[in-house]
C-alpha cells in the first residue's frame, strides 16, 4: 500500500494554488533547502501524518461540489511532490477525472518522476528559483540540471500552457537582470505563462 | 480573520449558483457570526451535505447535475471580495504578493504553497549535499 507523509492539508484556497476552489496537500521531503523556504517544516522527512491515497481522498471528497462547480481540486505541494508520483497516480484513481490535480513544483526530481506523474496531472506550477546555475545552487543548495531536463521534456510532451513558471525576485540572491534573463531563457525555451513575483522578506 | 469572512461569503455565493443551477430551494441566512471565521462551519458544511443530497435525489431520477464551471472571479466581483482577483492563464497570487516568513508573522492571506501553519524551529535538520 502506497503511503506518504503530509503535513497539512488546507481548503477552500480560492484561486491561490490553481483554478477555482482548492485543497492544497503539502508532502514532507523536498530536494531543496531554499534559503527563504515557506515550509521548512517540509523538510523533515519523518513529520507529518502518515497517509494513503485512501485516506486523503476520504478527508478532502468533503469539499468535491465545490471543486466540480469551480473547476478546481487538489493541488499538490510541500516539500516537494514529484517525490510522490505513485501516491498521486493512485489518488488520479480514486478522484477520477473531474477533479484538477495540480502540482507546485521544483522539477528537481528524477526525470521518470515527472514522466511517471504527468499523465494524471492537469498542471504545474513550477517555482524555478533562478535558471543561472550559480545563482540556483547558492539558494537551493542543488545544482538545477535535472529542472532544465524535465521542463524541455514537459514542454515537448503536452500543452505547454499547462505549465506557469513563477520567476521570483529573490532578496540577496539575484538581481532584475538575473530575472529577466531567467524570462528571456524560458521563453526561448517555449514556456507562455510566467508568474514573475518578488520574496518579500518580512 | 476578516479572510475567513470573504471566504465564507464567496462559498456561500457558489452554493447558491450550484442550487440555482440544479434547481435546489436553497434558503441560506446571513451569518451573525461576530467571532473568528474560519470560512467554513458546521452551518456551511450542512448546506453543501444538503445540495449532494439533493442532487443525489436528481441524479436517481436520471437528471444530470448542473456545473457550469463557476467563474470565481465573477462571483469575486459579485460579493465584493477584491483580494482574490485571477490573473490571466491559470490564476495566482497577485505578482508582489507572494511573502517569505522569516519571523513569527503569519499572513493573513494564503500564499501560493503556504500553508499558513506555525512552523516550528528547523534548525536541526541538515542541509542536503550535493
Redesign the interface.
Known sequence: MTEARI??V????????????TT?V?FNGC???CK?C????S??EDGGRVYTPETLFEEVK??Q??F????GGVTF?GGEPLLQTEFIKEFRALCGNQWKL?V?TSLNVAPEMVQTADPVLD?Y?V?IKDMNPEIYKTYT???NALVFENLEWLLHHGDP?RI?V?V?HIPDYNTDLDVAKSMEQLKAMGV??F???????? | MERGKQ?CK??KE??Q??ALENDIELVTSECTHKGDCA??CPKC?AE?RY??RE?EKRQRLGKV?V?A??S??TI?AATGCGP????A?????P?????????D?IPER????????E??D?TA?P????
Request: charged share 20%.
Open positions: 503535513f497539512a488546507s481548503r477552500h484556497r480560492l484561486t491561490t494554488d490553481g483554478d477555482g476552489c492544497l503539502t530536494p531543496l533547502r527563504y515557506l515550509n521548512k517544516v523538510w523533515k468533503i469539499d461540489l465545490y466540480l462547480a469551480t473547476r505541494g495540480l507546485e498542471g506550477i517555482d543548495g542543488k545544482n500552457s506557469v513563477r521570483p507562455t505563462n508568474d514573475e513575483f518578488q520574496y518579500i522578506i518580512r | 471566504t464567496i462559498l457558489i452554493r449558483q450550484i470560512g467554513t458544511e453543501v445540495l449532494e442532487l447535475a456545473f464551471g463557476l470565481l472571479g469575486v482574490f482577483q485571477p490573473t492563464g491559470m490564476p495566482m497570487d505578482p508582489d504578493s507572494t511573502v517569505v516568513c522569516q519571523d508573522t494564503p500564499l501560493a504553497g503556504d500553508v499558513m501553519i512552523i516550528p528547523t535538520v542541509t542536503s549535499e550535493e
